[in-house]
């Protein structure tokens, strides 16, 4: 039988103090020393809710004693051997911990920010192309006095205007309200 690292364990519960770490010595059908889960202890009556993954005593579980009468132990994930004793498994449960609506948030806002350096890029080396094949033409831009020029024109010729009104892809693959 296999016994998971005490501070593995303790980590685990300083992560959240319902966590354990529980190994199933035996399955059916499975050849080998056994299988390693991150449990959660769920108060009785909230254990009544849930449909499936009770642990039913298959196996001990690692960590601070509990009281067995008031919680029950419920299978949240399987564990690798390698998870358990390098202590994989509480870089994982301290990204699991983080709640789904600020983790898409995160990932939304980093491609958006990579969106927006790769379109700042291509269209930087697109302008300096279009400007040298400007240069090398025959045919030259066509020259308007500035005295024609409005004010629109002039903030579109210095950049302003192309600034001020270019959409962030960042702030586009955001959602849309306020997600805490």
């Known amino acids: 039988m296999s016994h998971a690292p005490s501070w593995v364990t303790d980590q685990v519960q300083q992560i959240h103090h319902r966590a354990r770490i529980g190994f199933d010595p035996w399955q059916p059908g499975q050849t080998g020393e056994g299988q390693f889960y991150l449990l959660q202890l769920f108060h009785r009556k909230d254990a009544e809710k849930t449909y499936s993954g009770y ?67 291509i269209s930087g080396a697109a302008g300096e192309e279009l400007y040298w094949r400007a240069k090398k033409s025959i045919f030259g831009p066509q020259v308007v006095a500035k005295k024609f020029l409005t004010k629109e024109d002039k903030d579109v010729l210095c950049g302003d205007k192309m600034e001020r009104d270019r959409i962030k892809m960042r702030e586009s693959l955001l959602p849309k309200g306020d997600l805490g």
Do not use: M
């Not at 001990?60 to 564990?79: E, Q």
């Not at 998870?83 to 990932?107: H, S």
């Open 55 to 121: 642990w039913n005593y298959r196996g001990p579980i690692f960590g601070k004693d509990f009281d067995r009468l008031t919680y029950t132990p419920i299978t949240i994930a399987k564990l690798s051997h390698l998870d358990v004793y390098q202590g994989g498994v509480i870089t994982k449960l301290k990204e699991w911990i983080i709640p789904i609506r600020k983790r898409i948030r995160e990932n939304r806002e980093t491609l958006g920010n990579l969106y927006d350096r790769e379109a700042t890029e």
